[in-house]
């Protein structure tokens, strides 16, 4: 067998493989043979027909098998005798094929990037000297009373951390706010509707506003939606509300007893605390692991420049694109101005893809150089935990996975978690002061 390699662009090649004239009949030979063993033919017991009968019949399947048998068997033997780290399947042209002849085709097939991995112990990380203090507790159980409160009907003005209950409508430039954004009804037109005077939760400056309102007043409300508003097409729009204030609440937030802290599951108010403080302390090291892990996995991006396989990175920005597209339908954005901005998106999905795709292979590269290994039983233990998750049956959750290659990102999944770990454990951190009116919570 003769094999040629021509480079077509990083990660791409053509390899051109020729295979000798006497392989070429010797597998045409044996796969007319198998056909003749299962042929049936009027007259004839099985497997007994005359070759030429067999041939003449079936020649264009013993031809297809034969090429297909060859092809495989040499197209292997070939990526391994280069010692190609081949991607995904190969393009196969150029096929000659006859009997008497040598069988020549050529394969162009993407490979893996070939690189000096950097320096990956010690990587820099800065985290901030953060801990759970009795004052992050309070805050947190004070948050917990809030959600217990209790609302009174009060005869009076409206003061802040009270509850006005109002009727409103809302326009811009003297149109209703849903011509601008179809799906912002909630934002045009409510009734009855609990405004938390203490809260910055809805638009911001509407609360404010009705400040020393009482029931029956009429108020008229200008607001600015801000620049990240959650909904688009209003962001950094101005608008009006006409305001009708139905009812004046006060606020009154639950004891704070062991009659309250049970209605958190908790024995008595001490272990409401300690549960609290765990709690939080959970969500700091969740928090603080995932600013380390972001820092050294940019530091690593940083350490080496390859190239990529030009289908990895355009599978990978199909993913970013639909996952982008995803995320602004759920967020109300319309199909139109989605389709105004697709440059925009694909410039970004595919600035993203690329890191995705080169963070995948220095991990799986430093995966192989470590001999990090993924067992079935991890694979298991995964699918399991996220059978409970979707409430679905472990068995059946591993079926629908098989059925897309979805073990593989599991397994995947794994890897790199395992990778990011050995990267975490052994990066160089610098603890620096917290930022000002920082906390954990």
Avoid at 103 to 109: C, K, M, R, S, V
Avoid at 138 to 162: G, I, P
């Amino acid at each position: 067998m003769n094999v040629t390699v021509e480079n077509l662009a990083p990660c791409k090649k053509l390899v051109r493989v020729e295979v000798e004239a006497q392989k070429v009949d010797e597998t045409l030979d044996s796969v007319t043979k198998d056909f003749q063993r299962e042929a049936a033919f009027p007259g004839f017991r099985p497997g007994k027909a005359p070759r030429e009968m067999v041939v003449r019949k079936y020649s264009k399947d013993i031809e297809d098998e034969s090429k297909r048998k060859l092809i495989s068997t040499a197209y292997k033997e070939a990526i391994e005798a280069q010692k190609f780290d081949v991607l995904g399947y190969p393009d196969i042209e150029e096929i000659q094929f006859a009997r008497g002849q040598p069988l020549q085709f050529a394969a162009t097939i993407e490979t893996a990037p070939e690189f000096q991995l950097p320096e990956y112990k010690g990587l820099p990380a800065k985290v901030e000297a953060r801990s759970v203090t009795d004052a992050d507790v309070d805050r947190a159980v004070e948050l917990l009373r809030d959600q217990q409160s209790s609302f009174n009907k009060v005869e009076r003005a409206v003061q802040t951390d009270d509850i006005a209950v109002v009727n409103y409508t809302g326009t811009s430039e003297g149109k209703p706010l849903t011509e601008i954004a179809p799906t912002a009804k909630g934002l045009t037109e409510h009734k009855n509707f609990w405004v938390d005077t203490g809260s910055k939760s809805f638009i911001p400056g509407f609360a404010e506003q009705l400040l020393g309102a009482n029931a029956g007043d009429k108020r008229t409300v200008q607001v600015e939606f801000p620049a990240d508003f959650v909904t688009p097409q209003l962001a950094g729009k101005k608008a009006t509300y006409e305001v009708d204030v139905v009812e004046v609440k006060e606020k009154v937030p639950a004891p704070l007893d062991d009659g309250f802290a049970k209605n958190y599951g908790a024995e008595n108010l001490e272990k409401l605390r300690a549960g609290v403080r765990k709690d939080l302390e959970n969500e700091l090291k969740f928090k603080r692991d995932k600013t380390i892990r972001n820092q050294i996995i940019r530091a690593l991006l940083d350490r080496v420049q390859f190239d990529l396989p030009e289908s990895a990175v355009a599978q990978q920005t199909r993913n970013v694109v639909y996952e982008i597209v995803q995320e602004n339908t759920k967020r109300g954005i319309s199909r139109q101005l989605i389709e105004d901005q697709k440059e925009q998106i694909f410039s970004a999905a595919t600035s993203n893809a690329k890191e995705r795709v080169k963070v995948a292979f220095l991990l799986r590269n430093i995966a192989e150089k470590e001999d990090i290994k993924v067992s079935e039983a991890e694979i298991a233990n995964r699918i399991n935990s996220l059978a409970a998750i979707y409430q679905i049956p472990p068995q059946q959750f591993a079926k629908d996975l098989q059925k897309r290659n979805g073990l593989i990102e599991i397994f995947d999944q794994i890897m790199n978690e395992k990778v990011i770990d050995l990267l975490q454990q052994n990066a160089k951190l610098e603890e620096v002061p917290l930022a000002e009116g920082g906390n954990p919570s």
